[in-house]
């Protein structure tokens, strides 16, 4: 018997040490899918109060017994209370931190987990409704969910704490997982049968790290705009404010950086985009649904009108042009290596969500993630310094030549470099190829912050380790003119989430889902129906005109 046992053991260890896609594939293609079926609490909720688990403080449980959520308790608590540094004055040199977390737990279960990430710099216990990227929420739909604030407080400053940095980047997904499952089991008397993982911006980051990393806990992970490269688009902002600042007014001596293009200029860019490329997917109907043939096509230089005074309409200057066309080319050092990926030329540039990337966010957001929580050493004056460090004013602040490589480094204190913490360590994701599990990437062509253009890259990358396998496992859906995770001139509601867990559950393929605009975002064009429906398509088919009605997604097919 002891001789067999370890002729298995043989067998397992040398089946996990062939690196062969074949293999691998052999392996998951025989699995069946299989759904989760539902539960019931066995024990009363207060019992929770004892719940018992290595590091963790169970705070408080409350029974809301329904309204707009199904009945369901809620389990507030923290992990792994300790001390570590602080940002003086701001947060005291001694700060306390911890991986504070809550749990909601439906009475009628659907035998499900759904971890959820949240986004920014997290630091927030946001409530775990499961709110989910295109419409719905996981909390409503029957599933526990978890969410954290991922080991610190509000603001950038625990930066200066290396732990803070790390449980933020990955380790907090890594101790509040098992704890959530144990206390699922605790309170159902069951491990959840399926787990899935989701979220959008810096959530999508996470989606993707835990794809990477924690592929063994999870059958499905939904990924949103996700900023994989976050530590480069960070830069790459506070990059872009830099070149704004060139062609900008002056308010109180300092460049106004919002100045640089106004709405209507946007506008106008966006307007000469859909005269190029509206048209190329067989329909004049305000999107651009073949963005990469557009990406070839369109010139700035040629396709906007050319004027000699800023103030003069329906026109822009050469310098903001030149300025315009940087921007998209994406951030690169004095001497042109890049520091992030490109951007597309899309219509949905005229959108809010736009300006608030490029204008606000790059001068009040990005700079403590850059300077305190991304760089090594961490530079206190990009908080200190405020818009003189965003601007480099007279050398003082952020140079993208000196300052850019701290992404990449480490010292004695802090061991592990920005890069490495914040982006998944194997962007091939073998572990989750190996086991069968999905992953569902969804991008607005609009982004500001987060370039499609990554993902696609990222997506090409794998396409070329697994190609016509990599459908088998992966799939990257992009939305035409959505702006950062919702947004834009865009049919931005859709149900990718129902089709991941029908892909991971009845091995149902998500090749084509339905997309309409949301009712509420005035950015939707007057003269796009309210009934519209588009298809989203599988990567890299785009949706193309058949004839008929125009808003009606039957009218497409993806090709
Ligand atoms: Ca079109």
Redesign the pocket.
Known sequence: MKKITSIIVCIFLVAFAVDDVGAKNRHHRHKHPTEAVPGVPVIDYMDLLDFDYPGTVITEVILDEGGDMPAHCIVKGFMNERTGIGFPPITPAATTYAIGFEMRLPTAWNGRYFYQANGGIDGAVVPAYGNISGGGSALEMGFTVISSDTGHGGGPFFGMDHQARIDYGYNAVAELTPMAKSLIKNYYGKFPDKSYFAGCSNGGRHTMVAASRYADEYDGFFAGSPGFNLPQAAIAQVWGAQQYATISEYVDGRPDISSSFSPEDTALVSDAVLAVC????????????DPLTCQALFNINRDVPTCEDPDEEECLTYAQKSVLARIHAGAMTGSGDPVYTHFLWDPGIRSNNWRFWEFTASRSLDPGAVGLIFSVPPDPNCIFGGLDWVLNWNGTGFDVDRDAPKIYATDDTYTEASMSFMTPPDLLMKQLYARGGKLIVFHGTSDAVFSVADTINWYEALSARYRRRTKDFARLFIIPGMAHCSGGPACDRFDLFHALVDWVEKGIEPDTVTAWPNPDNPEVPSDWSPSRTRPLCSYPAVPV?QGGDLEDDSSFRCE
């Open positions: 509206d048209g190329i997917d067989g329909v004049v109907d305000g999107m651009v649904s005109y």
